[in-house]
């Protein structure tokens, strides 16, 4: 049998929350087709209720939860499976297939969380050098990868970009993030010229479409979610990096090397759109764990 065969969910808000976390949360394919498994196994509890997975209510979840146990996974293996369900609900709410999120006031598994991916400075340059700037696309490619490491914007932030969401004279983009709360973010003089030099040079000749968005496929259309994911990874590939990197890896970037060099928990975490300030410390632990590897590898008598 093919490797995650049995794992592709049936319902439509199954197969595109597992688009959602391949493009814009960046998992890895074995967790992917876990958390393929955990969404087909609610779909098969929901069925044999005679029921869709968004229909299912409180009482129904947590009977469930309670049968995941019986069915004998282990502990850990059952909070993933909660915690990717959790995530399920809480997307059909962002994307306005559901009201309220039916979990919310479950009790949170425990977590297993995993420090977030980045690339060094050095990966980084190398990746935004990969473009070949000669031709309108390479000078699209080159004016996104700039724009996604210089702000650290979500995918869906970055394709609904507008040329109007940008002053070029202060170097500030505004962006409507989660739950449509608009937040102002910085764009370095960098990305700023790579920009200005695609919309000046390049955007004219991506098909006749009137299209408002800033960035644009070959017909002149909005780019899809996958479209960017697409043009991130055929960089990453070509710079060594494609196992990898995702556009969330470049948010994860952005982030981390802020951090590291000095920047405030608090303003990271306005320009990252947090409303939490607990999600934006996971990057504390990721600078610590750096500054470990570093005195292991370099100290003499670590």
């Not at 790579?194 to 644009?216: D, I, M």
Request: proline content about 4%; glycine content about 10%; hydrophobic content about 40%.
């Amino acid at each position: 049998m093919e490797r995650g065969a049995g794992c592709r969910p049936g319902s439509r808000i199954g197969r595109e929350y597992l688009d959602h976390l391949r493009v814009e949360r960046g998992l890895a394919a074995n967790s992917l087709e876990a958390y393929g498994r955990d969404v087909v196994k609610l779909e098969r509890f929901a069925a044999g209720r005679g029921r869709e997975p968004l229909a299912l209510v409180q009482a129904d979840i947590s009977e469930w939860m309670m049968a995941l146990r019986q069915e004998g996974l282990s502990a850990r293996s059952a909070a993933r499976a909660v915690h990717a369900i959790r995530g399920l609900f809480r997307f059909a709410v962002r994307e306005g297939r559901l009201d309220a999120d039916p979990m919310e006031n479950l009790r949170a598994p425990r977590a297993f969380p995993a420090l977030p991916r980045f690339l060094s400075a050095t990966q980084v340059e190398a990746l935004l050098q990969a473009p070949d700037v000669a031709t309108p696309l390479g000078l699209r490619d080159r004016a996104i990868l700039e724009t996604l490491y210089a702000t650290g914007l979500r995918v869906s932030e970055l394709i609904a970009l507008r040329a109007s969401n940008i002053d070029f004279e202060l170097g500030l983009v505004t962006t409507l993030g989660k739950g449509r709360k608009e937040r102002i973010v910085p764009l370095g003089s960098e990305a700023r010229a790579w920009v200005k030099r695609y919309a000046a040079e390049a955007r004219g000749g991506f098909g006749r479409s009137q299209a408002p968005e800033l960035f644009l496929g070959r017909r002149g259309r909005r780019l899809s979610r996958m479209g960017l994911w697409g043009i991130v990874r055929r960089h990453a590939v070509r710079t060594g990096v494609g196992s990898i990197l995702t556009p969330h890896v470049l948010r994860h970037s952005f982030a981390t090397h802020l951090l590291e060099r000095g920047a405030d928990l608090r303003a990271l975490q306005a320009m990252l759109g947090h409303a939490d300030i607990s999600t934006t410390q996971i990057y504390t632990h990721v600078t610590r764990e750096r500054l470990r590897q570093v005195y292991e590898q370099f100290h003499p008598r670590a």
